[in-house]
């Protein structure tokens, strides 16, 4: 018994004496199953693992799936792309009693939903800079089964955004206007609709979020509502609800995604939450990623590796030179 | 030591292609489509211009008219292909309570999509079939076409379909008929081939020429496998209208599409239900209708 004990030890201290980081040892961490929270997966697990000594297992999942688990089970230990919107209810608490740290408020910059219009047409018309100015020309965006109408694409049905996109067409008065609400059926018709008329340079107007490769790969540009944001109880209550009676012109909601630790991880580890801190991800680098995941169909690990290959100069300032060196050598 | 070590590498390993070369052709292959929309894209809309009009059409016909005269219009039309007063008043009922649940105008809607792709495969499809019957080659190359539209899944040619006409009406109806045409080319094929070579004889022998033999004898003795055709053919169009949903077309389809999204246990069933009420009516009417003609031609044929 003795033995085994002694064994055991040693066994223990040479391990981490192997490990340049004795105190990071092995981490779970959430890999979000859309293509932005894969990137970052494996981006930080590479990261972690040559420039910091961890050892990275990724869980994959959704977002309240991972978080639940983070909050019941203290595993994951990391969810970098967490969603915050939706789970306020349950992730207020949790900040509050301390059971989970959002150690950052921003990982991805440029984020968020609202209505979108390509490049070109913002060219082409100077003048229409907020969604106020782009509603008093439906003859720009006709629809094709009925050109005398504007087409605005919402959301598809059953979506939660549906519910948000047909109150503010009722709020800013879009029927009256000339415009009809489009619904695209799916994401895959959405994604169709908006690749169509790029493809052809046809004005388009519509619903959509970022980062995706989509809006990446035709370098949507998101419409200014010329409004402000109405605030959350009328957003909750109203706005985002089927049954709005009288829903309110707003801007659309901030989204906000932040990068969330375990308690027991937050207390450890302060040269990882420095990392995790600073590292913030341009928007349009992202995007310009998400379009080359798309394009090549490349997986997360492949993608993160190009990644860091490619865009040196933006994650080198996220960790310490000896770590930045130690992370290019294993590339 | 296992098999896999004995034998040399080429025979364990698939000799598979490069992964740059296959990404390399996969991408050029979409580069080359994606010009071709782009080059084609307005033209293919435009010779489609008739048909979304129609659709159009049709579908504020069918929305426009009054509930009543549209139930009664319905009605007399299960009655002239059924004449069945049981299936008239089912109808009648089926109608009513669609109505009364709230689904009257998306029902409208899925009738309009389903009633227009029906006249499309049939007008693409029995001239196919009387194509197809006529020579072995002709059918040698449709038969493996028909096999793929049947089997392919559908989400891999709602892509073009999308990319080519973007999302509405006429992309459903599209995807709607890749789908649903085969029966009806098949079934006339069959149902030509399978006329008593006697009777054909017989029709040389009083000197038909090959329009009259094929309008007078080879159609009418065809009649009932082609109203199968028609019958299967209407059955599988109304089982797409969910998937055909998925690419903007309107009606139950989307409904049950909302339902699947939020686990709304009872509105999906309910807009599931009505399709099944419209199919059940159209699949008694084209049976009782072909059964019909059947009864009529056999009449003359005995």
């Not at chain 1, 207020?92 to 990982?107: F, M, Q, S, W, Y």
């Not at chain 1, 619904?183 to 895959?188: F, I, K, L, Q, V």
């Not at chain 2, 069918?62 to 299936?87: D, E, K, N, Q």
Request: glycine share 8%.
């Amino acid at each position: 018994m003795k033995k085994l004990l002694l064994a055991s030890a040693m066994m223990a201290a040479s391990l981490t004496a192997g490990s340049a980081f004795a105190e990071c040892g092995s981490i779970k961490m959430a890999e979000f199953n859309w293509a932005s929270g894969e990137l970052m997966a494996n981006v930080d697990k590479i990261i972690l693992e040559e420039g910091y000594g961890c050892e990275i297992e990724l869980v994959v999942g959704g977002t309240s799936a991972i978080f639940t688990s983070m909050n019941e089970k203290g595993e994951p230990q990391i969810a970098g792309e967490q969603w915050v919107n939706a789970l306020r209810d349950v992730l207020d608490p949790a900040l509050e009693e301390g059971r989970i740290h959002a150690v950052n408020k921003g990982p991805i910059t440029g984020l968020g939903e609202g209505w979108w219009i390509p490049p070109y047409t913002a060219e082409a018309h100077p003048d229409l800079k907020t969604a106020l100015d782009i509603i008093e020309h439906p003859e720009l965006f006709p629809d094709s089964e009925d050109p005398s109408k504007g087409a605005f694409v919402g959301c598809p049905a059953g979506w939660g955004c549906q519910a948000v996109n047909a109150n503010l067409f009722k709020a800013f008065d879009m029927e009256a206007k000339g415009w009809k609400l489009i619904d695209p059926g799916s994401a895959a018709g959405l994604d169709g609709s908006i690749a169509k008329a790029n493809e052809r340079g046809e004005n388009w107007f519509g619903y959509y979020w970022s980062p995706t490769a989509i809006i990446g790969k035709y370098n949507l540009q998101a419409v200014p509502f010329g409004v402000e944001f109405v605030g959350n109880e009328h957003w909750t209550n109203c706005i985002a609800k089927d049954d709005c009676t009288d829903p309110q012109k707003s801007a659309w909601i901030k989204s906000e995604v932040y990068t969330l630790v375990t308690d027991d991880f937050y207390k450890g580890n302060a040269d990882i939450n420095a990392y995790l801190a600073a590292r913030v991800f341009p928007g349009e680098v992202m995007g310009a990623m998400l379009v080359y995941m798309a394009d090549e169909q490349a997986a997360g690990e492949d993608a993160a590796i190009e990644f860091l290959t490619k865009y040196q100069d933006v994650w080198t300032k996220w960790v310490s030179p000896e770590a930045a060196e130690k992370i290019k050598s294993s590339l | 030591m296992s098999l896999k070590e004995m034998l040399p590498e080429y025979m364990t390993e698939f000799p598979e292609m490069g992964r740059a070369d296959l990404r390399d052709l996969k991408k050029g292959i979409d580069q080359s489509f994606r010009t071709f929309t782009r080059e084609n894209g307005e033209a293919i809309e435009n010779f489609f211009y008739p048909l979304k009009m129609f659709m159009v059409w049709f579908e504020k016909l069918l929305l426009g008219t009054p509930w009543p005269l549209m139930i009664a219009v319905l009605c007399l039309l299960v009655w002239l292909g059924a004449r069945s007063i049981t299936m008239v008043i089912g109808t009648a009922i089926a109608l009513l309570v669609i109505g009364y649940l709230g689904m009257w105008e998306d029902t409208m809607r899925t009738l309009a999509l389903v009633s227009v792709s029906t006249f499309v495969c049939i007008a693409i499809g029995i001239p196919v079939g009387i194509l197809m019957s006529k020579s072995d080659r002709i059918q040698a190359v449709i038969v493996p076409i028909l096999d793929i539209m049947q089997t392919i899944p559908a989400f891999v040619y709602l892509i073009p379909v999308l990319m080519l006409l973007g999302i509405g009406k006429v992309p459903g109806l599209i995807a709607v008929c890749i789908y649903a045409i085969p029966p009806v080319v098949r079934l006339t094929n069959l149902g030509i081939r399978l006329v008593d070579k006697d009777v054909l004889e017989a029709a040389d022998a009083f000197g038909a020429s090959p329009r009259q033999k094929m309008m007078q004898v080879q159609l009418p003795l065809a009649l009932p496998n082609l109203f199968a055709g028609v019958n299967q053919t209407i059955m599988m169009a109304l089982a797409m209208v969910v998937v055909a949903s998925l690419i903007g077309a309107h009606g139950l389809g989307s409904q049950v599409l909302k339902a699947v999204y939020n686990q709304y246990l009872t509105h999906g069933m309910m807009n599931g239900l009505a399709i099944v009420t419209i199919a059940i009516v159209f699949d008694r009417v084209s049976q009782k209708f072909g059964k019909r003609l059947q009864k009529h031609s056999e009449k003359i044929h005995g």
